[in-house]
């Protein structure tokens, strides 16, 4: 439609709103045709569903068209057919979840006692199955309408019921209406909105085959569901690692990934061109753990110190290299009676380049676990290219790298290696990797008990694997 014909047709809306106040710029019978008086064709959108102008209710719109003999683009064959896909004044007609494909003239009955009128549908209250239904006419033959708005009534066949226009939907035929199809000066006709779902980002949840999650409304699903759509949006990229995920009593999500085996993490998905949904997997374990992954930097330092108590349990989900990360974590010291007692579930995974340091105390045993207490429970963990280092300003520490203890008791399956320790204190005085007959004695400084760290790592009967190259150094 040219920009003249749309005015005039804006025009119309805004003076007919003005006139009756009313919502959806009903009209009354009485003044319709002084109002209309210069208006011929005459076009009633039905939105199957959509809504007008942002409305709540308006579901049906009629729209007068003026065909001015003064304009330029006056035609006496009628007006170009005025697509409301378009980005127009208060005119836009949306539906939650769908996107519009456009207008279409009602597909008809073919034949029977109202063969050529529209096919037009009702879904009753408690059924998903839509009905036919019948516009009715008094004995008069004028089409009954209702007394708020004057809108058309409709009835089943059989059924005593009144049946509001706003809650019809129309058959659309293959016919697709855009402003190259004109629309006669006399015309009365009617178009349908055909809509079809918005792309969308589904998510499936991963689980345990034959176990169900709950969520806090009470909804509960299984391993191959889909637990969450969001709209794809008008971008034409879209990323589903922004919100929130959704949360399931007694599991906790790791991550989302692009494929069902979740070995491929999700990122940014390019718009689809074949009109199918984007489908992402995210994945759950049972339990409430905290996830130590390379998504948050701050993750590995946390999970350090939180290692005293025994309710956390930590879930390594990556191969995490800490080389770029500025976090340093503190060593632990006999004063602060540090004893590991949390779960960790490493699920051979390696974090490296750890950095520890500490701000030495006379009399203090500095290590990086403190002790071990019997319910320690970390497996499958490597920790590879540790870097101890601080500065004593007093004589009499000890460096127990590793840990200065073990309880029986402790599940460990820890592999640690390639640390290097670089202490600077007065005169060389620390106990523990003590000067022997002036040479630096380095057989015992991993690991805190008597004997050397090798006779020590050997009674811990694998539970802890040192590997690499480690390096004491004390200047």
């Known amino acids: ?15 007919l709103c003005m006139l009756f106040g009313v919502a959806g710029c009903s009209i009354g019978k009485e003044t319709l045709d002084e109002v209309l008086e210069g208006f011929g064709a005459h076009v009633t959108y039905y939105g199957n569903g959509g ?12 729209l007068y068209f003026r065909n001015d003999p003064e304009s330029e683009n006056y035609s006496s064959a009628g007006v170009p057919f005025f697509d409301v896909t378009q980005d127009t004044q208060g005119i836009k007609v949306n539906l939650s979840g769908y996107e519009l494909v456009g207008w279409f003239l009602p597909e008809t009955y073919t034949d029977g006692e109202h063969k050529g009128e529209p096919m037009y549908t009702y879904t009753p209250e408690g059924s998903s199955e839509a009905v036919p239904v019948y516009p009715v006419y008094d004995e008069n033959g004028e089409a009954v309408t209702d007394d708020s708005n004057r ?86 990229t879209s990323s589903p690692t922004t919100r929130e995920p959704v949360s399931f009593a007694g599991a906790t999500f790791l991550r989302t990934y692009a ?26 374990i049972a339990g409430d753990w905290t996830v130590v992954s390379k998504d948050d ?46 779960t960790v579930q490493g699920n051979g995974n390696t974090i490296s380049n750890l950095k520890f340091t500490a701000s030495a105390q006379r ?7 403190g002790s071990i207490a019997a319910s320690a429970n970390i497996t499958g963990l490597t920790l590879d290219g540790i870097s101890i280092s601080f500065t004593s300003s007093t004589s009499e520490i000890s460096l127990f790298a590793i840990c200065d203890g073990m309880a ?6 820890l592999t640690i290696g390639n640390i290097t320790a670089d202490i600077k204190a007065p005169d060389k005085q620390i106990v523990n990797a003590q000067l022997v007959g002036g040479s630096l004695d380095t057989s015992h400084w991993l690991f805190g008990g008597e004997g050397s760290d090798d006779d020590i790592a050997s009674l811990y009967g694998g539970k802890i694997t040192v590997t690499g190259t480690n390096t004491l150094t004390i200047n």
């Open 363 to 369: 009399g203090q045993t500095y290590s990086i676990f």
């Open 1 to 15: 439609m040219t920009k003249r014909v749309k005015i005039w047709l804006i025009a119309l809306l805004s003076a």
């Open 408 to 413: 029986d008791g402790a599940t460990m399956d």
């Open 151 to 236: 809108r058309p009534v409709f009835a089943r066949e059989g059924v005593d019921e009144e049946i509001l226009e706003s809650n019809i939907r129309v058959v659309a035929s293959d016919t697709q209406l855009t402003s190259d199809y004109i629309v006669a000066h006399d015309a009365d006709i009617i178009v349908c909105a055909k809509w079809v779902r918005s792309l969308q980002i589904e998510y499936v949840l991963v689980f345990d085959e034959g176990q169900t999650l709950t969520d806090a409304a009470g909804n509960t699903y299984k391993n191959g569901d889909i637990i969450r759509e969001d709209a794809f949006g008008n971008s034409a």
């Open 297 to 342: 930097v701050n993750s590995v330092a946390s999970m350090f110190n939180g290692l005293r108590n025994e309710d956390n349990k930590y879930y390594v989900l990556d191969s995490i290299d800490c080389k770029d990360v500025r976090t340093t974590i503190n060593l632990r010291n006999s004063t602060d009676t540090f004893s590991v007692k949390a």
């Open 51 to 62: 809504l007008f102008d942002g409305s709540n209710t308006v579901g049906v719109r009629s």
């Open 259 to 284: 494929d069902e085996e979740c070995t491929v993490q999700a990122g940014i998905f390019d718009r689809p061109t074949d009109g199918q949904n984007v489908r992402v997997y995210s994945k759950y």
